[in-house]
């Protein structure tokens, strides 16, 4: 990187914030829009639907609880039609551990809850339990594959931050075509769709990582939030998000004085964007190494149930 002064370099343009609301009525409007797609894929299957949508509300419940513990800013819960719910909040600084409780709060307890109501079930010879608990050991162990942006993939990011990059997008390709693969194969249609989501999320990674590298030549530091970018590195930034975004350079080509506030604020959310938040390395190797072993048993646990239980 050229030596220049930071006054040499224009003013980095103050990104504008717009503070998610989150008096609840997304999550409910979200809600019904979920309910509805379902209603209409599913048919009178009315049973099998609020089993689903107690098993989802409960994993991205405890998401909720853990983010807004953990003073996250604009946390709010939403659900998409078809394809299950998500909680968003973030923060400026990232801790390894918080980062960890918040990924794992949703499926770990859905899934001692689905052993509790499969063990009850069994018993008590409650078919609704069963189907229950199978239902939640399907959605949060399938949660906690290592993939983006599951959580598992967060669980993935805060244990091996330093060698992520390179390996998501790798693992990532890799299963979208085993999702496509497989939606054919047996015509579920939302897999495959799925699938085909997260190969575009692969370019999008690819180009990202591609920044990265060309940044790191450079010696630029992208570590940092926004707020914290000197002038200097914001340039740098800028310049090569332009050279991996044609859509975006052309759109700067064409631009005229008026349109000038818009694109900068266009370029601040795409410099954000490329941006990786610090995170605070605050777990030891032990806690690492138990964390780990959390994660593969809450993987391996209620496949090893089911196979015991299938073969009596």
Do not use: C
Not at 100 to 128: C, D, H, Q, R
Not at 136 to 148: D, E, G
């Amino acid at each position: 990187m050229n030596d220049f002064s930071e006054s040499y370099y224009s003013e980095k343009p103050i990104l504008k914030k717009e503070e998610p609301r989150t008096n609840g009525k997304s999550t409910v409007a979200s809600l019904l829009l979920f309910v509805v797609s379902l209603l209409l894929f599913f048919g009178t299957e009315y049973r099998f639907m609020i089993e689903l949508l107690v098993v989802l509300f409960l994993h991205e419940l405890g998401h909720f609880i853990t983010m807004k513990r953990f003073h996250y800013k604009g946390v709010r819960m939403l659900f998409v039609p078809l394809m299950g719910g998500f909680v968003q909040g973030e923060k400026n600084h990232y801790s390894q551990r918080e980062s960890l409780l918040v990924a794992f709060s949703g499926p770990l307890p859905g899934i001692i809850i689905g052993v509790v109501l499969w063990v009850l079930g069994t018993n008590w010879k409650y078919e609704w339990m069963i189907e229950t608990a199978y239902l939640s050991f399907f959605l949060n162990v399938t949660n906690l594959l290592p993939l983006q942006p599951l959580d598992g993939g967060r669980v993935f990011k805060s244990l091996f931050i330093e060698k992520f990059e390179l390996l998501q997008i790798v693992f990532t390709f890799v299963s979208s075509l085993i999702l496509i693969g497989i939606g054919y194969f047996y015509e579920l249609y939302i897999l495959m769709l799925f699938g085909f989501i997260m190969g575009v999320t692969v370019r999008n990674m690819h180009k990202r990582y591609l920044i990265h590298k060309a940044l790191q030549l450079e010696k630029v530091n992208y570590t940092v939030p926004y707020e914290a970018l000197t002038n200097k590195e914001y340039a740098y930034i800028k310049e090569e998000v332009l050279n991996y975004s044609p859509t975006i350079k052309k759109f700067a080509a064409l631009s005229s004085e008026d349109d000038n506030e818009e694109f900068e604020q266009i370029m601040a959310r795409e410099v954000k964007n490329n941006l990786i938040q610090p995170m605070k390395m605050d777990m030891s190797t032990f806690a690492k190494v138990i964390a780990f072993v959390m994660w593969v048993s809450a993987i391996v646990g209620p496949v090893l149930l089911i196979i015991v239980a299938t073969a009596k």
